[in-house]
C-alpha cells in the first residue's frame, strides 16, 4: 500500500526533521529563512506543521541544509 502523500508529493511532512537539520547547521530560523527568501515565521510554521512547504521550497531545503529530500518525511502511521 502506497503511503500518502502532501501538498509537495512526498510522504507525510516531518516538521521536527527540518527543525534538527537546522539545528545541525548551527542556523536561526531566520538565517535560514534568508537563505530561501521567506520569513522566519514560515521556517516555524513548518517546523511545527502548521503549513507545509511546496515541492519547490522542499527543494530549496534539501539544497541550503545539504540533505535529501526524503529526509523531511516520515512513515504514515495507521490508528485505529
Given amino acids: 500500500m502506497p503511503r500518502p502523500k502532501n501538498n509537495s508529493g512526498l510522504p507525510v511532512w516531518r516538521g521536527d526533521a ?45 539544497s541550503a541544509l545539504a540533505v535529501p529530500r526524503t529526509s523531511f518525511c516520515k512513515e504514515a502511521k495507521i490508528v485505529s
Fill in 18 to 62: 527540518l527543525r534538527i537539520h537546522r539545528l545541525f547547521r548551527g542556523w536561526s530560523c531566520d538565517q535560514l529563512a534568508q537563505q530561501l527568501g521567506v520569513g522566519a515565521s514560515t521556517i516555524r510554521r513548518w517546523e511545527h506543521n502548521v503549513h507545509e512547504p511546496d515541492s519547490l521550497q522542499v527543494a530549496q531545503l534539501a
